[in-house]
Each structure stands twice: as C-alpha cells, then as structure tokens.
C-alpha cells in the first residue's frame, strides 16, 4: 500500500483562506488552525476585552485547541507516512508545527493587507509566509523520499 501523499503549499494556503479542496486531515486542520488564529487577533483587537481576564482565558482556550489540533495532526503523519530510513536527519519541528504556523502566517498578511500597513511590513508578512510555505514543500518531499524524520511530540503534557 502506498501511503497517501502530504498536500502542497498551494492546497495548504487555500485551507487556511477557507477552501479545502478534498478532505484530507492536513488541509482539515490547517483551516481549523487558521480560524483560530483569526479568532486569536480578533480577541486581542476587541478594545474592552485587552484589559480583562475574560481576554486572557479565551486566548489560552484557542491556545489550548491549537496544541491538540498540532499533536492530533502528528500523530496522523506517525501512522500514515513512510517510516524514514536510518540515516534520515532529524527535523526540528514537526508537520503540525510547521503547519500552524503557515495558519499563523497567513492569518498575519491577510491582517496585514486588510488594515492597510506599509508596503515594507506587507512584503515581510508576505516573505515570511513565502519561506514557511516553502520549508513545507521541502518538508514533505524529504518525508515521502524517507531522508527526514520528525521529532515524536505526539504525546500529551500536563499544562
């Protein structure tokens, strides 16, 4: 059996802009990530709740579903991809790290063009999100080829 395929950087952006193309987990919880790091900014610019504690909680709510979005994200990669051969080089993040923060990035530009910032920050929010997308494409060729290996996160830690 071949193991299914990682979806591309470009599949990926769409997620996280609300379009999911086919239901592969991947995609399914990079829109969920990318919803929450919406929610997240959205929290934070409400003027009246930045001071309070109700802020505070809700963010570390969204935090908190974004951890077990990455780990049970993780642990699909474990289980579904080809297992690495014995000189693979070990990465420093995992799938759904790096895929939380292209949900994060795209979250950033998105913002960022919406409200107007500079041409200079919108090409950083942009290039940033250019890089991380691109890190993921060389990701998952060196996962399928077997010469990467992934660092185990998977397993669940008392907060």
């Known amino acids: ?3 299914p395929r990682l979806p591309s950087k470009d599949m990926l952006a769409q997620a996280c802009s609300g379009v999911v193309t086919m239901p592969h987990p991947v995609l399914l919880v990079a829109y969920e990530l990318a919803s929450l790091h919406g929610a997240r900014v959205d929290l934070v610019a409400q003027e009246g709740m930045r001071e309070s504690g109700m802020a505070a909680e809700l963010v570390g709510d969204i935090d908190r579903m974004r951890t077990e979005l990455v780990r049970d994200l993780d642990r699909w990669v474990a289980a579904n991809t080809p297992q690495p051969r014995g000189a693979a080089s070990l990465h420093t993040e995992t799938v759904g790290m790096v895929v939380d923060r292209i949900a994060e990035f795209w979250i950033a530009a998105r913002t960022g063009f919406e409200q107007s910032v500079s041409e200079s920050n919108l090409y950083h929010l942009r290039h940033r999100l250019s890089e991380v997308c691109a890190a993921y494409s060389d990701l998952t060729f060196e996962i399928h080829t077997g ?3 992934l ?5 669940s830690t008392v907060a």
Do not use: A
């Open 1 to 3: 059996m071949i193991p």
């Open 147 to 149: 010469t990467r290996r």
């Open 151 to 155: 660092p185990d996160f998977t397993y």
